[in-house]
């Protein structure tokens, strides 16, 4: 992903940062943003594998098509520009893809392999696939694959860790192709194509060179210019990194480069994670940042998924937003960061709506443990969880203001946000809503880090319940709900270790409903027992009494009427006791409804007139229509028809007063049925001609 073999298009002009300071706390003058990434060299490999998908495979030597796709492996360590030739073959085929490319990385910024799950759900998603909240890695891998079956898609599978995050997510489809990336072999996936890297020809490394450092310094000393090539061994994310020195310092000659670069002090360089050219280019580029900028690079190791703009280093390192903005700018043109460009994730509100967002940028997966390793040698624990908290709570007002833009003009939630620095505010809805889901990857990965870090837990329960908010301001529920069910299984890991009961049922509610939406009733009443446990261990009366009646409406759906009542009974009692009319009336309705169910048309006609008592105390004149409504289907299901009509006519005036239509439309349907039972056909149509008519004119 991040070992780009060149950044830019064109010369990337930097500011001298090195040598002088140009912000308020010392940051580096702003460099031009560099272009869109442009590529380089690797002719001989980009025809290989090209080759390699139109070769026979093991399966397909009998003239018959295999079952599964085609596997390519691109492998080499970090650095080598392994993600960059996969994204240049994935662009060259993609016209032979009509279902489009789908990327996802299989490692995050720290190095820790993506679980499964989360990649499937993120490919279905993108594929416009319904993801059940809460499924499983089996359920969610098959569900891809039977997305994929029917397509002809390229799969790219970035910073692999081993076979046992590819094998699962390979489609079942000949007709789609999967290129992975890897620093090694994919032992046990059959007939995989692998094309191992080395270093760039020198031609493409003094390509890329130039590209930052501008054509008059590698004309005049073409012969060092092969040199520095050669000191980089070739690997694209080195010369980079030269290139942006050279482009950071006007001034200083290939020469120079090569002096400074030989000149570094005896390093740790042997042991370091990644190879050693890149290693000691690493440390060329961050020792010529002043002390305030390389403060902010190496802190950038602590951004959630990898991700940073203005806002992110700005509460990590403790400086202006300005200040960090410009130095992200200046990160980019030395390609110590790599901007991310919108074609990466497409985002709700279009490009219109990106154009307010601060720009964002990725830190290189090769250099972040080079970055960690700085931030190990220069900033005390405290300072890094002061850091952590800095930026968590930023993300906390951000989302409060992005939900804030999902609530009408005048509400409190608007008052509240406009007293927010502007940088905080969002201009439009549109604007918020691209903003939450490009952020998203970083935004769930915030919520993580709060969780894992244990001595966050009042500012991570705040950030939980702002993101909760803005997903549901901004998203349809069943669009949020993956994301959802995550949270609120965080929020419980919190709550559960630090014995916070009144959290823990609400969290066991959330998900339990998540649970029973997505079919899972055995797991969803587990988790309302739960609930109920906790609820009842602080007294609280809200959650006891919303335990209580999921626990009866999900023995309802699994058509256990005799416990969903018993459910249910106990609910009411709690309302009663509470002196709670409207949610009785409610309860004596949805008891009702269990018993006519079960075919119990004597307990289903008293609570359905308790309920309408209820109502009547309440003055809901709606209530009150579709109680007597409710009390008519029961009588004639228990074989009454005429006195089912009388009743039906009750609740029909009583539904004109309340001025509900289509409730009005409802009841004449039912009376037309019910004169058609009793011989009246006449009338039937009459009333039936009146509902169809209320209908139209009361549409959902």
């Not at 073959?89 to 499964?116: E, H, I, K, N």
Request: with cysteine; proline share 7%.
């Amino acid at each position: 992903m991040a070992e780009q073999a060149v950044d830019t298009g064109r010369s990337v002009t930097a500011s001298g940062a090195g040598r002088r300071g140009a912000g308020r706390a010392g940051v580096p003058a702003a460099a031009a943003p560099p272009a869109p990434a442009a590529f380089a060299g690797r002719r001989r490999e980009l025809a290989a594998l090209r080759s390699d998908i139109e070769r026979a495979g093991l399966d397909t030597l009998s003239g018959r098509k295999g079952a599964r796709s085609r596997v390519l492996l691109i492998a080499g360590r970090p650095g080598s520009g392994r993600s960059a030739l996969a994204a240049e073959l994935a662009r060259q085929l993609a016209g032979d893809y009509p279902d489009g490319v789908l990327r996802s990385w299989l490692s995050t910024a720290d190095g820790r392999p993506v679980p499964t799950a989360d990649v499937a759900r993120d490919l279905l998603t993108r594929l416009g696939e319904r993801v059940p909240a809460g499924a499983d890695e089996d359920e969610l891998t098959e569900a891809l694959r039977a997305a994929l079956a029917d397509r002809r898609a390229l799969l790219l599978l970035d910073d692999a860790t081993g076979p046992e995050q590819v094998e699962p997510l390979l489609p079942d489809a000949p007709d789609c192709l999967v290129l992975a990336v890897s620093a090694g072999p994919l032992t046990g996936i059959t007939d995989v194509r692998p094309c191992t890297l080395g270093g760039l020809d020198t031609a493409a490394g003094v390509e890329i060179l130039t590209r930052y450092a501008g054509p008059t310094r590698i004309t005049v000393d073409p012969r060092t210019a092969d040199q520095v090539v050669q000191d980089c061994g070739g690997q694209p994310a080195a010369l980079v990194l030269a290139g942006g020195w050279l482009a950071a310092h006007p001034k200083s000659s290939l020469t120079d480069l090569r002096r400074t670069l030989f000149l570094l002090p005896p390093g740790e360089e042997e042991a370091a994670p990644v190879p050693r050219p890149l290693a000691r280019a690493f440390r060329l580029a961050y020792e010529s940042l002043p002390p305030p900028a390389a403060r902010i690079l190496r802190l950038l190791s602590l951004a959630p998924a990898g991700l940073v703009d203005a806002h992110t280093a700005s509460a990590l390192a403790g400086c202006s937003v300005v200040d960090a903005e410009a130095t992200l700018r200046d990160f980019g043109a030395r390609g110590l960061l790599r901007p991310v460009q919108p074609a990466e994730g497409p985002v709700s509100g279009g490009p219109d709506a990106m154009a307010g967002l601060p720009a964002q940028y990725r830190v290189p997966n090769c250099l972040a443990p080079l970055l960690r390793e700085q931030v190990r040698a220069h900033e005390r624990p405290q300072e890094i969880q002061l850091s952590r908290a800095r930026m968590l709570e930023r993300t906390v007002r951000q989302l409060q203001s992005c939900r804030a833009m999902g609530e009408p003009a005048g509400s409190p939630a608007r008052e509240r946000t406009s007293g927010l620095p502007r940088s905080l505010r969002f201009g439009s809805v549109p604007e918020a809503a691209a903003w939450l889901r490009s952020r998203r990857p970083a935004l769930l990965d915030s919520a993580r880090i709060a969780v894992a870090d244990g001595e966050l837990d009042t500012l991570d329960r705040r950030l939980m319940a702002a993101l909760v908010r803005a997903l549901l301001a901004h998203e349809a529920p069943e669009k949020a709900a993956p994301d959802l069910y995550g949270l609120h299984g965080l929020v419980l890991e919190v709550a559960e270790r630090r014995g916070l009961a009144r959290e823990r049922a609400a969290a066991l509610l959330n998900l339990g409903d998540l649970d029973a939406e997505a079919g899972r009733a055995e797991k969803a009443l587990a988790r309302y027992r739960g609930a109920l446990e906790s609820a009842r261990a602080v007294k609280d009366p809200v959650a006891t009494g919303r335990a209580l009646e999921s626990l009866g409406g999900t023995y309802a759906e699994l058509g256990d009427w005799q416990r969903a009542a018993d459910w249910y009974g106990r609910a009411l009692e709690l309302r009663l006791s509470r002196g709670d009319t409207a949610e009785a009336a409610r309860l004596h309705g949805r008891l009702g409804a269990v018993h006519t169910y079960a075919g119990r048309w004597a307990e289903a006609l008293r609570e359905w007139r308790a309920a309408y008592g209820a109502y009547r105390r309440a003055d809901d004149a709606v209530g009150l229509a579709r109680a007597m409504g409710e009390t008519a289907r029961v009588q004639e299901y228990a074989g009454r028809p005429e006195q089912a009509l009388r009743t039906c006519f009750e609740a029909l005036e009583l539904a004109r007063k309340a001025a509900d239509g289509r409730l009005e439309a409802a009841l004449q349907l039912r009376i037309a049925d019910t004169f058609e039972r009793l011989g009246d056909p006449a009338a039937a149509r009459l009333h039936r001609g009146l509902g169809e008519r209320l209908l139209a004119d009361h549409p959902a």
